[in-house]
């Protein structure tokens, strides 16, 4: 079994690529059945949020799976034609997906590191890949590790001590070029 991973962030894509791939949350069941409809995919995750469209699976074949995410990406962009999206993704296998996922989960691959929302929308994703039954041994073994993995960093280190959000980073460097912004 592989360990694979295909998506579009915040530093591959602008976010008009992001929002036509990203799938709304009353979707995601459907196109978790879809992934696992594929015979490459075993168990499958998704996780969209604003900056980043990812698909994660345990497949048996590495090619067709990254086919399989590809298509059911498509299926929710508007476009029937060929897949023009290549120069914004990126197909992650093995170690690289894993290591991938638990910089994500970490808040080390947002775009402000240290930031915790993702942590919880990881968690998300992974309770309704769970209640669509696409998560096995591998994906539950998986994300139990990255949920471990991010607590442990945020705990012993000090990344979420400065700014976790882009508008609380915006204001302080509003407020280090202007001084007081009580006027």
């Known amino acids: ?16 690529i992001r929002e036509r791939l990203s799938i709304p949350g009353e979707e995601t069941g459907a196109r ?6 594929a015979p490459e995919i075993d168990e499958a995750m998704i996780l969209s949020t604003c900056n980043r469209v990812e698909l994660l699976a345990c497949a048996n074949h590495i090619d067709g799976s990254i086919q399989a995410m590809k298509e059911v990406l498509q ?3 508007g476009r029937a034609q060929a897949w ?3 120069g914004y993704c990126y197909a992650l296998v093995g170690e690289e997906a894993v290591a991938h996922l638990f910089r994500v989960a970490s808040s080390l691959d947002s775009m ?11 968690k998300e994703a992974y309770r309704v890949a769970l209640a669509n039954r696409a998560c096995g041994p591998v994906l539950n073994r998986l994300l139990h590790t990255a949920f471990r ?4 960093i945020r705990s012993e280190t000090g990344i979420g001590k400065r700014a976790v959000s882009v508008s609380y980073a915006a204001l302080e460097l ?10």
Do not use: C, W
Not at 2 to 15: E, Q, Y
Not at 112 to 122: A, H, S
Not at 174 to 183: C, M, N, P, T, V
């Open 112 to 122: 402000v590191i240290g930031e915790p929302q993702i942590l919880g929308q990881i």
């Open 1 to 16: 079994m592989n360990i694979v991973l295909f998506g579009l962030n915040h530093r591959t894509a602008p976010v008009e």
């Open 174 to 183: 509003a407020k280090s070029i202007f001084g007081s912004l009580e006027s």
């Open 32 to 37: 978790l059945s879809q992934l696992l409809a």
């Open 149 to 152: 993995v991010a607590k442990r």
């Open 84 to 86: 023009p999206y290549d």
């Open 75 to 77: 299926r929710g962009s």
